[in-house]
């Protein structure tokens, strides 16, 4: 068990949906990162927050938004969803800032279905 | 864009043999880590290199970080079932804002 705990663990959802995608960190990591996972693209970054400031961005699309709450949990927002984004979403927490220092927990991940 | 690329991308293996996976970045890399990811399961960290040139081991794996800082190879000897899975490279650039993961290579194991 990482401690990284995300929700749902499956979603299955039509084309044109919005759906949004929980995270909580591990207890004291001040990092959130989301990657997403499918089969030909690997794991792709997308974006990363930092105490609730957003602190990096990967390939994320426009219809895709994240935020990091006080509380530290962040959720990730997939609107006007598209086949192409049926993926496992993952997310990961750290303690440090940097991404390349220290390393990463992720959480089991969200596997969302667009039909 | 910084890009991190592994290979093989597929590698079946005979219980006992060794296996070899191999990252290299298109830019200087500050560190690279590793993660090992079992099917229906997620990455879990196994080890992160610093240095030009470093070397670490863990049991049967060696971890190498070229002199260069931009590619890196991960060694199994003596595969074991319990090794299947897919091994990713990360690779952190200069700046600290992006670790960058590769595409993975996914190790079979037959007994």
């Known amino acids: 068990d990482s401690g990284v705990t995300q929700t749902p663990k499956h979603l299955i959802t039509a084309t044109g949906q919005r759906v949004t995608l929980r995270c909580s960190p591990r207890?004291?990591?001040?990092?959130v990162y989301w990657y997403q996972q499918s089969l030909d693209q690997g794991l792709q970054f997308l974006i990363q927050y930092y105490n609730g400031e957003e602190r990096a961005k990967g390939n994320i699309l426009e219809r895709f938004s994240a935020q990091q709450f006080p509380d530290l949990h962040s959720e990730l927002n997939l609107s006007s969803l598209e086949l192409g984004d049926s993926a496992l979403y993952f997310c990961?927490?750290?303690?440090?800032?940097?991404?390349?220092?220290?390393?990463?927990?992720f959480g089991e991940g969200s596997r969302l279905t667009v039909l | 864009g910084q890009q991190v690329m592994q290979i093989p991308q597929y590698q079946h293996v005979q219980e006992g043999e060794d296996f070899t996976t191999y990252c290299n970045s298109s830019?200087?890399?500050?560190?690279i880590q590793w993660y090992k990811q079992r099917p229906g399961g997620h990455p879990v960290f196994l080890i992160q290199l610093v240095k030009s040139g470093e070397v670490k081991k863990q049991k049967r794996l060696t971890f190498q970080f070229g002199e260069a800082k931009k590619n890196s190879s991960l060694h199994i000897t003596a595969t074991q079932t319990t090794d299947v899975g897919t091994y990713f490279c990360a690779g952190g650039n200069q700046a600290g804002t992006a670790l960058i993961f590769g595409k993975g290579t996914t190790l079979s194991v037959s007994s």
């Open positions: 207890s004291g990591d001040l990092s």
């Open positions: 990961a927490s750290s303690a440090q800032v940097f991404a390349n220092t220290g390393e990463l927990f």
């Open positions: 830019t200087t890399l500050s560190n």
